[in-house]
C-alpha cells in the first residue's frame, strides 16, 4: 500500500509517466487484484503503447481470471512489441502461451509454442518439461525421457523432471 500511494504521489506530478501505471499494475496483479491491474497496465500502454511488459501483466491477470483467449492475445502482443529482443522473455512468453494452450487441452498448439519457447533459449526448463509431458501424453516414452533427461543436465535436482523420467523409463 505504501509503494502504492508514493507512486500515486508521482503520478500526480507526472500524470503520464507510463512505467509508475505499469508498477502499480505488477503490484496490483501479486495482491490478486486483477481486474484493477489490467486498468492501470492499460493506462501504462496509453502513455507508451511500446511498453510490452504491461502486455505481460495483463497477459498474467487474464490467465488468472481464465480468460485464456484474452491471455493468449496479451502473451503475444508483448512477443510483438519487445523492440529490444529479449530472448529470455520471449522464452518464457512462448513457454506461458503454450501452458495455456495446454490447459485448454490443445496440446499441438502448447506443443508449438513450447518448441518456440526452446528455440528461443535452450535452457527454459519448464518449456523442455512441458515438451516431454507432450511426448508422455502421446506414449512417445523415448521422445519424453530424452526431454527429461535434458531438464535434468540444465537443472540436476529438478524433481518434476525426475517424477516424470522415472514414469517413462
Do not use: W
Not at 509517466?17 to 499494475?25: D, P, S, T
Not at 513457454?95 to 526452446?118: L, P, R, T, V, W
Amino acid at each position: 500500500e505504501e509503494a502504492t500511494s508514493k507512486i500515486k504521489e508521482l503520478l500526480v506530478i507526472q500524470p503520464n509517466f507510463a512505467k509508475a501505471y505499469f508498477l502499480i499494475a505488477t503490484i496490483l496483479y501479486k495482491q490478486d487484484k486483477c481486474i484493477e491491474a489490467i486498468e492501470e497496465a492499460k493506462k501504462t500502454l496509453k502513455f507508451d503503447p511500446d511498453y510490452f511488459k504491461a502486455f505481460g501483466v495483463m497477459g498474467r491477470c487474464f490467465e488468472k481470471l481464465e480468460k485464456y483467449e484474452d491471455s493468449i492475445l496479451n502473451y503475444s502482443k508483448a512477443i510483438e512489441q519487445n523492440i529490444k529482443d529479449e530472448e529470455p522473455t520471449k522464452s518464457r512468453l512462448n513457454y506461458q502461451i503454450g501452458a495455456i494452450y495446454n490447459k485448454m487441452s490443445n496440446q499441438e498448439a502448447a506443443f508449438h509454442y513450447y518448441q518456440k519457447a526452446f528455440e528461443t533459449d535452450a535452457k527454459n526448463i519448464d518449456a523442455i518439461i512441458g515438451i516431454g509431458n507432450i511426448y508422455k501424453t502421446k506414449e512417445n516414452f523415448i521422445e519424453a525421457e530424452s526431454d527429461y533427461k535434458k531438464a535434468l543436465d540444465i537443472e540436476p535436482n529438478n524433481k518434476e523432471a525426475t517424477e516424470n523420467l522415472a514414469e517413462v523409463l
